[in-house]
């Protein structure tokens, strides 16, 4: 099949003129030279067809073939005063923490820090966030750094319900939870056994109902294997290296099974029955180059049988990896060979494939080809019939593989039909139709599969559509998440923001409504209705423990070298006007904001002893020092909090 020119008919912005001979010269020669030579090769079912994106690009040429509608500003516009229609909450990518937005607008209104450190609030600072994140013997942070790449939120019915989202930490293999009410991280669990942690996704049926025992589970897939145990004895031995598939309890958060996994795991996506989980391959060669992983010309998507992997480890068919306790059963190829009593099963999907998105009626999963210019469809229904060994062969499964372009890596629904792929080397969304695509691999000259393509700016990495991973996609919107945007925002040096383009998918034609500038560097992200989250903006004195609940019980407590400080704040006095410690005290200070009013925040700020942190209307947050600095230090409101903020301030005398 080729995409010819008028299928690829796109909606231009006389700006575009010229683009593509500027990618043409850097971002597609320098990215990606050897998959174009090496990655469009296996295609269709029979493989091998060449297509204009391999002797060009699909939509060269063709700026500004088609008028540009004309655009309702005004419908995307959010005038001063006014609220936006859907949170956006995303992940910070190498920042290390989660972004939140208001859509259409893109305003950012929260960032949340997760794996970072973060002088705003106080995180990595406050003994609180540092249990959370957890310390060494040493007393230091176990992590100062992180990589979030995937946002989700927990589920009930097929449904965001406003609870948690799980993001996950890539460089340190950690999943972390962040409650919505308050828009805090609550917990934090290292992945045993994981490295390159990349693909996260909760169950999508189970409600986390704190009354019954939650069933709701967390899925982790794992990208870069590793000698198990990674214990330095088996440096080089392939026959040792393999990748884990995590299982992780959504209301403890700790791991409940583990499954070894023959090749690697990218992103991960889940059923909404809740029987299978799965996650692409890109690298099932097992190469540890980058041109061993890209030797085969079909990697695969390998599907997880939910129901039998937590029956083989009740029946105790599990055995464990180094010192961890967590269960680990067998997934390898060798281990399913028999589909009534296989785990796992593996999908052949061409070349080097990406994202893995399912349908919102649970029906169809689309693996973009990343390396092929394809996205694979797969039957869950055919899915669940294999594991049943009505059909034999996996590749059965596969119910489309329509060529859509070059680079296909992220896709979204819109639940009426259509299908919306990110074209990371096109710089382009194309829009399909999923029946079509149906029609053509049952062999259907006719079937017109691509309906549409917009230009984005440039390289789109994620792109997913409004409530799109939900039971109630509402297709409104799709946003491209680009990973580069030279010449689209006023110049800031050599690091330039990633871009967020919002586009208008109510249409037929896809239309680019909203550029937004973001801080380097989201990866993923989730598009939500603005009912479905409620947040606190006080919090209740009685949450914690160590509480200061009245400015007459400020005092300092010794026991030994150890100096407790219970202090206060009310706007604009903290509850002790100085106190005196001796150099070399252990000093413990927990500061209750006291003040009932919303949006009224305190800061805290010693200066020269590093501590800087937030409390919140009626929170309590606590930090620990050694005093070993003789002097006068002016503890100082640092979040401006009314008329007399500058004057908010004690003194710590630290006695030579
Ligand atoms: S991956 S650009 Cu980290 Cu989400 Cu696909
Ligand atoms: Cu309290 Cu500023
Ligand atoms: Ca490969």
Redesign the pocket.
Known sequence: MTISKEESGKTSTPQDTGRRRFLASSAVAGLAGASLSLGLAACNKGGGEATTAATGNAGSGASGANATPAIDWDKYEVHPGKLDTYYGFS?GGHSGDLRVHGLPSGREIRRVPVFNVDCMSGWGITNESRKIIGTRPNGQLNYITGDT??VHMSYTDGVYDGRYIFVND?INARVARVRLDTMECDAITQLPNVQGF??IFPDKRDPLDDKINSTTRVFCGAEFHTPQPNDGRDLNDPKKYFCLFTCLDAKTMQPRWQVKVDGNM??VATSYDGKLACSNQYNTENGVHYEDMMSAERDACVFFNVARIEAAVKAGKFFHIGNSTVPVVDGTHEASADPKTALTCYVPVPKNP??VNISPDGKYYACAGKLSPTATVISHELMLKWFDGEIKDPRDAVVAEPEIGLGP??TGFNGKGFVYT?L?LDSQIVKWDLAAAMKSYQGDKDAKVVVDRVDVHYQP??GFTSMGETREPDGQFFIS?N?FSKDRYLPVGPLHPDSSQLIDISGEKMVIVGDHPLYPEP??SIMVRRDIIKTRQIYDLNEFPLAVKAMKDCRVERQGRKVTVYLTSQAPVFGLREWTVKKGDEVTIILTNLDKVEDLTHGFAIPFYNINFVVHPQQTQSVTFIADKPGVYWCYCTNFCHALHLEMRSRMLVQA
């Open positions: 992940s790449h995937h890539k990349h693909g990218d992103l990406h994202g890596l992220h990110t990371f990495g994620h998440d990973k990866h993923d």
